[in-house]
C-alpha cells in the first residue's frame, strides 16, 4: 500500500534508483524467460522488448495552446510555451500561470483565456523545468533515461506515453483518445521491435494503466482480451503504486500542498480542486468493491452508478483496514457562511461566530473519504465541497468502464513487480481546524498521523500499536509498502 502522493517537485535519485533496479529486473526476467525455454516454450529474445513508461500525477510537461497577454509582466504566453513548469512565469505572471493551469472543477474544460495541452515524447517527462538550476530540481526520468542508455538500450525501445494528468479517466480518453492512443502504442511497439513490451508505471500512472486494462475488456471480444496482453505486454513494473490511494491527497484537497513550488497553499488547494483528478488518489477500503462494470454493460447498459459493496469485515473492523482514523475535523456550532465566509465577507467580524460553541470532532475512515461521505458532511462549513462531489459522482462513482476508488486485482498479466521504498515514515491521518479565514485558506492542519515501523507516531504523543490503547492485529493493516502492495493485488 503506497500511501503518499508523489510530490510535484521529484528528487531525482528516489524514482531513478527504483527505476534502475526495474531495468535490471526486467533484463533477469527476460533471461529467465529465456532460458525456460527448455520448458518447451519457445525461446525469448529479450532484445525484441519496448519499455513503455506511463507517468505519474504532475509528472508531464504541459504546454500553453493560446495566445495570453500578462499585464504588468514582461512575459506572456504564446502557443508550445512551457505552462508546467515554467518557474520564471510562475515566479513573475502568478495569475497568468493559473489561468493556463486551472480547470473547470464541474465540466473539466479550459480556462475562457488560455489552455493548456500535454507534451509528447521522452522530453515531456524526464525534466519539467529543464535548466541549468532548474533541471535537477525537476527531473523526473531524466537519470532512468541514462541508465538505460548505459544498459544499452536502443532509443526507439523507449516509449513514453504521457498524458494530462489535470483529467479524470473518462475525460482522458473523451477529449484525448487517450486510451486509444495507449493501445495503438502497444501495437506499433509489437510491430517496430518485434516483441511485447515492459511497462513502467509511476505512482498515478499505475492508476492510468489499471483503468486502460479495463477499459480495453470492453474495446475487444472477450476471447482475445488475455491473447492480446499476452502478445503485447510481457511485464508491468509498479513504481509506487498507489494500490489503497493517497493519504497526502486528502491534505492537498483541504489545506493544500505546495509540494515546494512558489505558491501559498491556498492557491496550490484551488488549482488542486480544479482537476477531477485529484480525486483519483483519494484512499478509500480495502473492504469494498464495486458492481462489476462488465455485466452492467450488457444487461443495463453504460448509464449506471458504481455503488460500493462492503464486505463485513469493512463494518467489524475499524478504520477500513487502514491503521487509524483517516480524517479528524474540527467544525465549529455555527454553520454556513458566518462560520467560513466567502470572499465577500471577508470584512465580518467572524470570530465570535467561530468561538460561540464547543467545536465538534467529526472522524472519518477510508471509506466515508472515497464514497463522498466526507465532503457531503463538509456541505456547510466549505464552499468547496459541492464541486467535489460533483466530481466524485460524475468521474469516479458514474463512470462507465471502472470506479477506480476501490481495491484492485492482480492484472492478468504473465509477471507484474511491486517497487517501492521503504524506511520513511509515511503519513496515515490528519487532524483539521478552522482557520477562521475565507476559502481556499479556511483550514489549518493540527497534527499529522505517521506510520514508521510498526508504529503510529504524532506531532504530539507517539502512539505503539503494542499498547493497550490500540489493538494489535498488525497482519490486517497495510502499514508498510510490501505488506501493502500483497494486500493490494489481492491474494495471487
Given at each position: 500500500?503506497?500511501?503518499?502522493?508523489?510530490?510535484?517537485?521529484f528528487?531525482?535519485?528516489?524514482?531513478?534508483?527504483?527505476?534502475?533496479?526495474?531495468?535490471?529486473?526486467?533484463t533477469?526476467?527476460?533471461?529467465?524467460?529465456?532460458?525456460?525455454?527448455?520448458?518447451?516454450e519457445?525461446?525469448?529474445?529479450?532484445?525484441?522488448?519496448?519499455?513503455?513508461?506511463?507517468?505519474?500525477?504532475?509528472?508531464?510537461?504541459?504546454?500553453?495552446?493560446?495566445?495570453?497577454?500578462?499585464?504588468?509582466?514582461?512575459?506572456?504566453?504564446?502557443?508550445?510555451?512551457?505552462?508546467?513548469?515554467?518557474?520564471?512565469?510562475?515566479?513573475?505572471?502568478?495569475?497568468?500561470?493559473?489561468?493556463?493551469m486551472?480547470?473547470?472543477?464541474?465540466?473539466?474544460?479550459?480556462h475562457?483565456?488560455?489552455?493548456s495541452?500535454?507534451?509528447?515524447?521522452l522530453?515531456?517527462?524526464?525534466?519539467?523545468?529543464?535548466?541549468?538550476i532548474?533541471?535537477?530540481?525537476?527531473?523526473?526520468?531524466?537519470?532512468?533515461?541514462?541508465?538505460?542508455?548505459?544498459?544499452?538500450?536502443?532509443?526507439?525501445a523507449?516509449?513514453?506515453?504521457?498524458?494530462?494528468?489535470?483529467?479524470?479517466?473518462?475525460?482522458?480518453?473523451?477529449?484525448?483518445?487517450?486510451?486509444?492512443?495507449?493501445?495503438?502504442?502497444?501495437?506499433i511497439?509489437?510491430?517496430?521491435?518485434?516483441?511485447?513490451?515492459?511497462?513502467?508505471?509511476?505512482?498515478?500512472g499505475?492508476?492510468?494503466?489499471?483503468?486502460?486494462?479495463?477499459?480495453?475488456?470492453?474495446?475487444?471480444?472477450?476471447?482475445?482480451?488475455?491473447?492480446?496482453l499476452?502478445?503485447?505486454?510481457?511485464?508491468?513494473?509498479?513504481?509506487?503504486?498507489?494500490?489503497?490511494?493517497?493519504?497526502?491527497?486528502?491534505?492537498?484537497?483541504?489545506s493544500g500542498?505546495?509540494s515546494?513550488?512558489?505558491?501559498?497553499e491556498?492557491?496550490?488547494r484551488?488549482?488542486?480542486?480544479?482537476?477531477?483528478?485529484?480525486l483519483?488518489?483519494?484512499?478509500?477500503?480495502?473492504?469494498c468493491?464495486?458492481?462489476?462494470?462488465?455485466?452492467?454493460?450488457?444487461?443495463?447498459?453504460?448509464?449506471?452508478?458504481?455503488?460500493?459493496?462492503?464486505?463485513?469485515?469493512?463494518?467489524s473492523?475499524?478504520?477500513?483496514?487502514?491503521?487509524?482514523?483517516l480524517?479528524?475535523?474540527?467544525?465549529?456550532?455555527?454553520?454556513?457562511?458566518?462560520?467560513?465566509?466567502?470572499?465577500m465577507?471577508?470584512?465580518?467580524?467572524?470570530?465570535?461566530?467561530?468561538?460561540?460553541?464547543?467545536?465538534?470532532?467529526?472522524?472519518?475512515?477510508?471509506?466515508?473519504?472515497?464514497?463522498?461521505?466526507?465532503f457531503?458532511?463538509?456541505?456547510?462549513?466549505?464552499?468547496?465541497?459541492?464541486?467535489?462531489?460533483?466530481?466524485?459522482e460524475?468521474?469516479?462513482?458514474?463512470?462507465?468502464?471502472?470506479?477506480?476508488?476501490?481495491?484492485?486485482?492482480?492484472?492478468?498479466?504473465?509477471?507484474?513487480?511491486?517497487?517501492?521504498?521503504?524506511?520513511?515514515?509515511?503519513?496515515?491521518?490528519?487532524?483539521?481546524?478552522?482557520?477562521?479565514?475565507?476559502?481556499?485558506?479556511?483550514w489549518?492542519?493540527?497534527?499529522?498521523?505517521?506510520?514508521?515501523?510498526?508504529?503510529?507516531?504524532s506531532?504530539?504523543?507517539?502512539?505503539?500499536?503494542?499498547?493497550l490503547?490500540?489493538?494489535?492485529?498488525?497482519?490486517?493493516?497495510?502499514?508498510t509498502?510490501?505488506?501493502?502492495?500483497?494486500?493490494?493485488?489481492?491474494?495471487?
Open positions: 500500500n503506497h500511501l503518499e502522493m508523489p510530490p510535484w517537485r528528487r531525482s535519485g528516489d524514482l531513478a534508483c527504483a527505476m534502475v533496479i526495474a531495468v535490471a529486473t526486467a533477469a526476467a527476460s533471461v529467465v524467460v529465456a532460458a525456460g525455454a527448455a520448458d518447451g519457445a525461446e525469448f529474445d529479450y532484445r525484441k522488448l519496448s519499455g513503455i513508461i506511463i507517468p505519474g500525477f504532475a509528472s508531464t510537461q504541459l504546454r500553453a495552446w493560446s495566445v495570453l497577454d500578462c499585464p504588468y509582466s514582461p512575459f506572456d504566453f504564446n502557443p508550445l510555451d512551457s505552462v508546467w513548469l515554467d518557474s520564471t512565469k510562475l515566479f513573475s505572471a502568478v495569475n497568468c500561470w493559473l489561468k493556463c486551472l480547470l473547470d472543477p464541474y465540466n473539466q474544460t479550459d475562457p483565456e488560455c489552455k495541452r500535454p507534451d509528447s515524447g522530453s515531456a517527462i524526464t525534466e519539467l523545468d529543464p535548466g541549468y532548474t533541471g535537477p530540481l525537476s527531473s523526473i526520468w531524466k537519470e532512468w533515461v541514462k541508465w538505460c542508455v548505459d544498459f544499452g538500450i536502443e532509443a526507439n523507449i516509449i513514453a506515453v504521457p498524458y494530462d494528468w489535470r483529467l479524470p479517466p473518462s475525460m482522458l480518453e473523451e477529449r484525448d483518445l487517450y486510451f486509444h492512443k495507449l493501445k495503438l502504442t502497444f501495437e511497439a509489437l510491430k517496430l521491435r518485434g516483441g511485447p513490451s515492459l511497462v513502467f508505471a509511476h505512482s498515478m499505475n492508476n492510468v494503466f489499471r483503468y486502460f486494462l479495463e477499459w480495453l475488456k470492453l474495446e475487444i471480444a472477450p476471447k482475445h482480451y488475455i491473447q492480446w499476452d502478445k503485447h505486454i510481457h511485464a508491468y513494473f509498479a513504481v509506487g503504486a498507489p494500490l489503497l490511494g493517497s493519504t497526502e491527497s486528502v491534505r492537498a484537497t483541504l500542498t505546495t515546494g513550488l512558489p505558491i501559498t491556498g492557491t496550490a484551488l488549482m488542486f480542486n480544479s482537476f477531477a483528478a485529484s483519483w488518489l483519494l484512499p478509500f477500503s480495502k473492504y468493491k464495486a458492481d462489476n462494470v462488465y455485466w452492467k454493460h450488457f444487461f443495463e447498459g453504460k448509464a449506471h452508478i458504481n455503488r460500493q459493496q462492503c464486505d463485513e469485515m469493512e463494518y473492523s475499524d478504520n477500513s483496514g487502514w491503521p487509524t482514523t480524517v479528524s475535523i474540527e467544525v465549529p456550532t455555527v454553520r454556513g457562511t458566518d462560520a467560513y465566509p466567502s470572499i465577507d471577508i470584512t465580518e467580524d467572524i470570530t465570535s461566530n467561530m468561538e460561540c460553541g464547543k467545536p465538534t470532532l467529526l472522524s472519518f475512515s477510508a471509506r466515508e473519504v472515497s464514497d463522498g461521505t466526507l457531503k458532511t463538509m456541505l456547510d462549513y466549505d464552499p468547496q465541497s459541492k464541486a467535489l462531489i460533483h466530481q466524485l460524475k468521474y469516479y462513482q458514474g463512470d462507465p468502464v471502472l470506479n477506480p476508488l476501490t481495491p484492485w486485482e492482480r492484472p492478468p498479466i504473465k509477471n507484474v513487480f511491486c517497487i517501492y521504498g521503504i524506511d520513511t515514515k509515511t503519513e496515515v491521518g490528519y487532524y483539521f481546524a478552522p482557520s477562521g479565514k475565507p476559502y481556499p485558506d479556511n489549518i492542519i493540527t497534527d499529522v498521523i505517521y506510520e514508521f515501523e510498526r508504529s503510529l507516531l506531532r504530539q504523543v507517539i502512539l505503539f500499536l503494542e499498547s490503547t490500540i489493538p494489535v492485529e498488525m497482519e490486517r493493516y497495510p502499514t509498502p510490501y505488506h501493502g502492495a500483497s494486500n493490494g493485488l489481492g491474494q495471487k
